[in-house]
């Protein structure tokens, strides 16, 4: 309200405001805070994740590692065997290269000795003729003497053959089992029985010329 001049003409003061009273004890100034995660708690939710990261890539080397050490062991197995078995194939063909020389030096000899026995067969057959025909023999004795001379010509011709193809085939089987590890072995060992055949029947028929000799 306001209030007018004072009788003696003098202005009025205005009324002071009361202050606020003042508390008797301070406010709080700090508030509690909910219990929840705090900023260090959260180190250990991202280190589980990587932890588990960490154990699966291990499993997986492990894993491979193993795998590797697998194959190591079966490959090494392997190659032993391979290295075993070339190792036997070689001795075995190393032996058939020792007996085919040998065979090959005694057909060589055996195809040399029939040659000679051939050519005293000859020498002997024309000797016989000759001597028949000083003592005047019969037309017979001379047939008997054609025949002898044919069929020892061609037992030696029988044996020439036989063995010239025996002294081939030796060869070329000597040739063969030095490089064995360029041919099949079915191969060499199909083509080692045909060379015995061969010579064996090469042997059978210088039997028979020399049984056609001694009579």
Known sequence: MTSGPAPDGTTPSLPTVPAAPTPPYAPATHLILPLESTATDAPPNRRRPAVAVLAVVLVVVVAISTLLVVRMVRTTHAWESSASQWESLARTHGEDLATT????????????????????????????????????????????????????SAAAGTVATALTTCVDGQQKLIGYLKDAASYDPADLARFEQDVETVCTAAKDANTALQQELDR
């Open 101 to 152: 020389r040998a065979d090959l030096d005694g057909a060589l000899a055996e195809l040399a000795s029939t040659q000679d026995q051939l050519a005293t067969a000859q020498a002997r057959i024309t000797a016989l003729a000759d001597e028949k025909a000083q003592l005047g023999d019969t037309s017979e004795s001379q047939r008997q003497l054609a025949d002898y001379q044919a069929r020892v």
